[in-house]
């Protein structure tokens, strides 16, 4: 008897023994099923530009082997880029995916309009797929992803003159948790060519037209101006060129350019040239434009700590003392109306869901001196001054705007365009400078003349019918304007024009905040008093 049972318990260990090495077979032709799907690294996606004032490269990025790729599930994929043991692969020293980094640059002199697409050939690879990524350091996916074997970068995407972007691909094979077929090599062709831009709209002409503005433009080029908008009868939507393409500004008496935003009411300065819309604080209300409140303004502040050197025109400045421009402007302080802005920023708009309305732009705190003898001489006699234009201690220099008046301030020739990447306050470094913690600034003395404001030489340079007013409630411009007489002088908004003496150390005046929203944002109304546009949840 006891021989039976050992036989029927060997017997039975036996038959358990084959069960478990056939499950132990079967995970393992499974696993293997999956490691069979690689695809060599004969793939190649190469780039052509189908004009001659594109130059377009195609770098592989990742990974930096010749191994093929195994599946990867979709979820994973930024962390897959990553990878533990180099970008794109695995814990097991496995190719996981493979990122490309795609470099266009506008050769030409003019701006122009981009279409790009990504044509893959991957007919021995049903299950490979790609998305558009922002690097390769901690990135996320900006774009879905994508099965389709012919699909568009980009579309009528604006690049300025001598313009250069990055875009960068990740593709990879989906896991699809069974026997995968895909073998064999893929490669692809990335393709951009430039439009014509006689045929294409502007993308603040198109940001007009979504708000049922466009019939307000008037097709005038107003490039050089002498009076305020109520004194030469002005008033409408006109077109100037910024640093991003076709901007359109808000001039004059115009009663349907409020926004409410984060609530608050802005009044619409401009459509940036990529299509947002510049903003100025207008108040906890809505404000008609020849009411005078301290409520269009966030609070009163100096300009910065002192005023005693030319380094303190700056919205950032250098050091105090030295001797060349360069040190004196640098961007390493911040000066104190940066700080109560951004202090005002982080508290009503930072970590809250109306941050992603707001967009990066250009606010120019114009430091380019007045060099040219000339000019100098003429605005010597008319401030009684000697110049240098040497920009640092305490040489006395003019700044910015000056460049664009004529010695008697009977003309200005403004422009949206900021002409040095070091005043080009941004939080981008490759928009502008990069030295912003928050996308928020200023108007500029420009802004102010194509608004409908002018330099305010007396009663009849007042503009009471401009939404730029405030009346005696003058407030800070972003715009450097002269240092003498051991001062630094910054612009600034007063009675519907501007003027010149801001003591940057010794006056507070009032707070005027300017951000950019995406036009996409808006929910409704038609840009009334009563009825703003709403922007987010408003």
């Known amino acids: 008897m006891d021989n039976i049972k050992h036989y029927i318990k060997s017997k039975w260990l036996i038959i358990f023994e084959i069960f478990c090495i056939l499950i132990i077979i079967g995970i393992i032709g499974y696993t293997y099923s999956f490691f069979t799907a690689t695809v060599t690294d004969s793939v190649t996606i190469r780039g052509e530009a189908a004009s001659m004032n594109l130059n377009l490269t195609v770098t592989k990025l990742a990974p930096n082997n010749t191994k093929g790729l195994i599946p990867q599930l979709d979820d994973y994929i930024t962390n897959a880029v990553i990878g533990r043991n180099g970008s794109c692969i695995d814990d097991n020293n496995n190719n996981v995916c493979q990122v490309y980094k795609i470099t266009l640059k506008n050769n030409s002199a003019v701006t122009v309009y981009v279409n790009g697409t990504l044509t893959l050939n991957a007919k021995n690879n049903p299950n490979l797929k790609w998305a558009m990524i922002n690097g390769t350091t901690n990135p996320t996916l900006t774009s879905s992803i994508n099965t389709h074997t012919f699909v568009t970068l980009t579309e009528n995407e604006l690049y300025n003159a001598n313009q250069q972007k990055d875009y960068y691909i990740v593709l990879w094979i989906s896991e699809t948790g069974g026997l995968q077929t895909d073998n064999g090599i893929f490669n692809g062709v990335v393709k951009f060519e430039d439009t014509d831009t006689t045929t294409n709209t502007p993308l603040a002409k198109q940001t007009l037209t979504s708000l049922e503005l466009d019939s307000q433009i008037n097709e005038t080029v107003l490039t050089s101006f002498t009076n305020t908008s109520k004194n030469d009868n002005s008033t409408g939507i006109y077109a100037s060129e910024d640093d991003l393409g076709t901007s359109y500004y808000f001039r004059g008496n115009i009663t349907n350019n409020y926004v409410k935003f984060a609530g608050f009411y802005w009044r619409i300065i401009r459509i940036n040239g990529d299509g947002s819309l510049r903003v100025i604080y207008d108040g906890t209300s809505a404000h008609a434009n020849s009411e005078e409140s301290t409520d269009r303004q966030i609070g009163t502040s100096a300009y910065n700590t002192n005023s005693s050197d030319n380094t303190y025109v700056g919205y950032m400045y250098g050091t105090a003392g030295s001797t060349t421009y360069e040190a004196t ?11 109560y802005i951004d202090n005002w920023y982080n508290t009503n708009i930072k970590n809250t869901p109306n941050a992603n309305y707001v967009v990066d732009a250009i606010y120019c705190n114009d430091r380019t001196r007045v060099t040219d003898a000339t000019k100098m001489s003429e605005l010597d006699t008319m401030f009684d001054l000697t110049s240098t234009g040497e920009g640092f201690g305490t040489k006395v220099t003019y700044y910015g705007l000056l460049n664009r008046m004529t010695g008697n301030f009977t003309s ?109 944002g808006i929910t409704g109304g038609n840009g009334t008093a009563s009825t703003p546009f709403l922007i987010g949840s408003e």
């Not at 402007?329 to 700080?339: A, E």
């Not at 003349?449 to 019918?465: K, L, V």
């Open 412 to 520: 200005v020739t403004p422009t949206l365009k900021c002409p040095e990447t070091r005043d080009k306050f941004t939080v981008s470094n490759t928009l502008g400078n990069g030295k912003l913690d928050n996308p928020i600034g200023l108007i500029t003395f420009d802004e102010m003349i194509f608004g409908g404001s002018y330099m305010y030489m007396g009663d009849t340079y007042q503009n009471n019918e401009t939404y730029l007013y405030n009346g005696t409630n003058w407030y800070w411009t972003m715009s450097p304007f002269t240092f003498y007489d051991d001062r630094a002088y910054v612009g600034y908004g007063y009675q519907g024009s501007f003027d010149n003496y801001g003591d940057v150390g010794g006056a507070r005046g009032g707070v005027r905040p300017v951000i950019s929203l995406l036009s996409s």
């Open 329 to 339: 402007h640098t961007n390493t302080n911040n000066s104190t109306i940066k700080t």
